[in-house]
Nanobody
């Protein structure tokens, strides 16, 4: 069982930056691929980014490519999502997830955090 806790969300102006963190409780964190998803009110959950267990492979949704960067620190059992040039349409609850392989489908992840709210004002 992997327990995930997100942090770093908040209110930011358009054009600003936020860094989300996702801390994992499991010592085998380094063997999991990690993903970030988001869900806006009234919308379906959507893929944002993913990273392989080694960190060598990173993947992004077209809507965030060039603005967001995913990374991981296995020594800290933590994955990060650096979000730059934020837009109002980035407003959502952001969730991190752990799975056996990086993928864009939420079905591929066995463990999920509780989410952190990101609000971007125009």
């Amino acid at each position: 069982q992997v327990h995930l806790v997100e942090s770093g969300g908040g209110l930011e102006q358009a054009g600003g930056s936020l860094r989300l963190s996702c801390a994992a409780s499991e010592r085998t964190f380094s063997s999991y691929a990690m993903g970030w998803f988001r869900q806006a009110p009234g919308e379906e959950r959507e893929f944002v980014s993913a990273i392989s267990w080694s960190g060598a492979g990173t993947y992004y949704a077209d809507s965030v490519k060039g603005r967001f960067t995913i990374s991981r620190d296995s020594a800290k059992n933590t994955v990060y999502l650096q979000m730059n040039s934020l837009k109002p349409e980035d407003t959502a609850v952001y969730y991190c997830a752990a799975g056996r392989a990086p993928n864009r489908s939420g079905l591929g992840y066995a463990y999920w955090g509780q989410g952190t709210q990101v609000t971007v004002s125009s």
